[in-house]
């Protein structure tokens, strides 16, 4: 399947440092998006990257695609506990209608 | 303004029941979407609607039945309920149908059933 993974599972980190997670995946996309996931809540879209890009920065996120290596990263600099929260890549084929993500990176912030 | 709401926000129900879960979005969007998110927080689409009409129908159980009484209602109706179907459920709503929408979602549904 296309299902993506990322990496790490889980990553604790002190508030102000920089958090980096990836997403592999297995076959050709159309675009890659990122999607961070409060607990208890809903997706909630954050950047997308399109397979002709390379990297896009939004605020403090940065996101790097390589798509001869399958995969991309998300960067958070300077993180506020605010950021704690469950990160999804999902991938979007050129065929078919839908994402298919990732398994998720939990981010605990530590003020 | 809530732009993707879902009720209930929880559901606890008994096996072999029957339940709804009902999805509205305020967005204007024209496609929406059923996502089941399982104990290992993998999130995998079940529907996808445009304009009231199904252009996605992944491998989900019949007893799983979407309904679309417009654009901007899709509600899942689930028959005689199993463990497995334990789950949070997600809805969510895009602009159009393509792969280069956003995708916006709804709070979520956590259905328990005993």
């Known amino acids: 399947s296309q299902q993506g993974e990322e990496d790490p599972q889980a990553l604790s980190i002190q508030e102000g440092e920089n958090a980096t997670m990836n997403c592999s995946y297995k076959t050709s996309i159309n675009n890659l998006q990122w999607y961070r996931q409060n607990s208890g809540r809903g997706l909630v879209h954050l950047i997308l990257i399109r397979s002709n890009e390379r990297e896009k920065h939004s605020g403090r996120l940065r996101v790097t695609l390589d798509t001869s290596k399958k995969s991309s990263s998300l960067l958070i600099t300077a993180s506020r506990a605010a950021d704690t929260a469950s990160y999804f890549c999902a991938t979007a084929t050129y065929t078919g209608n839908q994402f298919y993500f990732g398994t998720g990176t939990s981010l605990t912030v530590i003020p | 303004d809530t732009a993707v709401s879902q009720t209930p926000k929880y559901l606890v129900t008994q096996m072999g029941n029957d339940k709804s879960i009902k999805c509205e979005q305020n967005?204007?969007?024209?496609?929406m979407y059923w996502y089941k998110q399982d104990s290992k927080k993998f999130l995998k689409i079940m529907f996808s609607y445009n304009n009231k009409e199904l252009i996605i129908n992944e491998t989900v159980p019949n007893r799983f039945s979407p309904k679309s009484p417009d654009k901007a209602h899709l509600n899942l109706h689930i028959n005689s309920l199993e463990l497995g179907d334990s789950a949070v459920y997600f809805c969510?709503?895009?602009?159009?149908?393509?792969?280069?929408?956003?995708?916006?979602f709804g709070p979520g549904t956590r259905l328990t059933v005993l």
């Open positions: 967005l204007g969007h024209d496609t």
């Open positions: 969510a709503s895009s602009q159009g149908t393509g792969y280069t929408d956003t995708q916006y």
